[in-house]
């Protein structure tokens, strides 16, 4: 039970040991100064005034004062209490002006509780799904940026297996029709070499694994990173395996 619904049952609580309050005071014919006087026998300091003001609903009822007035009344707190939710609803045309206006205060005081509770939880709702759809549209657009990253790495992955294939397979032809030192025999800059491929993609790697450790990147976009580096470090082993 959170702080406001126990705050709530309280105050609930005060309101029908009240009504039990003023109901067996009129039973055994107390007045209210008669019923400050029952309380000061027991020890208590409850004036005719401070009885008024708490049936009246000015003034907070403490768990000592209810103790001390149940006594006085002949009975306990948790009898009062029991015997206020059993009892069935009275008829407000039998109740007198004092008791309807306390009741009607009371009731516009939970009346407003429950609105304003009401209020909040509403107001809770609304950023609740105002945060649901910021998280949706994130996540939307996270999983967008991984899939175009992913086919710029398929892409760039096919590319350079063409090229690397490419480069050897021309090597090789050179080396064929010229001899080991065909370079020095045309006037052709030197093609990229297979050595020289896997190390721009070492560097690469290393890019990426310092822009991992970044702490600006959220946690989806990492992932993504992650999985990028773990597929290159794959392809590489595969590569100098090849070697």
Partial sequence: MSAEETAAAGRMAEDMFVRQMRRRRALLDLSQSELAERVAELG???YQQTIAKIESGQRALRLQEADLIAQALGTTVSQMLSQSIDAPAEDP?????DEIISRAKAAQRRRDEAS???AAVRMEEVRARE?????QAR??????HAARAAAELEAAEGELRAMTRASLNR????????GPRWREKMSLNPPITRDQ????????????KKTAESTTLNS???AVLMKTIDDLEERLKAWEGEG
Avoid: I, T
């Avoid at 945060?131 to 998280?135: L, N, W």
């Avoid at 190390?199 to 890019?207: A, D, P, V």
């Fill in 44 to 46: 208590g300091g409850l």
């Fill in 93 to 97: 045309e039998q109740m007198d002006v």
């Fill in 116 to 118: 304003a509770q009401l």
């Fill in 131 to 135: 945060d649901m759809q910021v998280a």
């Fill in 139 to 144: 996540a939307a657009a996270a999983a967008a």
């Fill in 171 to 178: 090597q090789s032809e050179l080396n064929a029709k010229y």
């Fill in 197 to 208: 491929l896997l190390e721009w993609n070492r560097q690469h790697l290393e890019e990426m």
């Fill in 220 to 222: 989806r976009d990492r």
